[in-house]
């Protein structure tokens, strides 16, 4: 046997006994299995080898069992031993007595050492997998820390400290994410799937959970169970309200999770590529819940309809701007977090409300989309529109031009015919 197969073989064994993932008695089993595969497809059998791993060494011995028989009653190389060359071993053997001998692994050619190292890499591999499935299934919505190591069109390739492959999907980004090759990227295991033994961990930054995890590690008393993160609402880059209740009237749950000056909450505001957090007071009073959830406009009165989880809120004029938020997005994020569908509603004094019509008084010759579109940009009342230019309607709803036109002529008409 060449040198050169030899120093193969003893790099087989350091190289499977560095496996930090894999504990001792399974690497003990594993390339004990793959030593018996081996020798039973050598011989037939390897029910008379013992087979002894040493992982600490890197090395490991092999016995082989035979019986004795007469010289003449020789058959089978591998189960028997003539009593001749039993007694150049020992002069005191006899017939059917059993002889164990060392056998050198090295002399079963090379063709058994690379069966042997091919059958150790593929059982090695799929307990790597199997233990990746297993270590990162038990992660899921747990916060990761790992190494950008490639960038592709739909999804990012990451490196745990392990070197294990984690993926982080275009669509599970922020969408102001900028990172560079080797940069530490923070996201959430959002699942892990398992596809012919192959898994595959996704991640995720916009999870809501990712949000609440960063809460957990910037908030001592969220992480020690003193206030409790009740319900998240979150459009990724943008804005999030989180509700937050304590147990324990001592604790303000608004403050803990704010900080002094905002300490607590920036790292997550920065974390979260300047993404706008508000925190308010969580209560199953509906009516308040909503009123605080869209601050900071100040509300006057609700109405609600819970069979249809509905909601109209009823605000002064200039509260309405407030509680819709630039782009709608105050009263979406104050819906997401109450469940209820919200509408936004001016209080009129009596001889306002008597000059003026709502919208939805329309519904016949306006489509209640248009409608809604309206309502996105604090237009309630037919006045609210016609108070807006023409460009700035078209610009601020993104509705087309024959559309704003036609709403216009209905509204002028309707007033004109009061006239």
Partial sequence: MSKKETISLIDT???FKELKSIDRSTLISVMEESFRNVISKLFGTDENYDVIINPDKGDFEIYRNRTVVADEDLEDPNLQISLTDAKKIDEDYEID???????DFLSFGRRAILTLRQTLSSKILELQKDNVFSKYSEKVGQIVSAELYQIWKKEMLLIDEEGNELYLPKSEQIPTDFYRKGDTVRAVVAMVENKNNNPKIILSRISPVFLERLFELEVPEIHEGLITIKKIARIPGERAKVAVESYDDRIDPVGACVGV?????????????NENIDVIN???????FISRALSPAKISSIRLNELEKKAEIYLKPEEVSQAIGKGGLNIKLAGMLSGYTLDVFREMDEDTESEDIYLNEFSDEIDQWVIDALKTIGCDTAKDVLAIPRADLIRRTDLEEETIDEVLAILTAEFEDEE
């Fill in 97 to 103: 007595e059993e002889v164990t001998d060392t056998v």
């Fill in 282 to 288: 969580y209560t199953n009073n509906i009516n308040l």
């Fill in 261 to 273: 000056k905002g300490s607590r909450i920036h790292g997550i505001v920065r974390e979260l590529r």
């Fill in 13 to 15: 064994f350091s190289e």
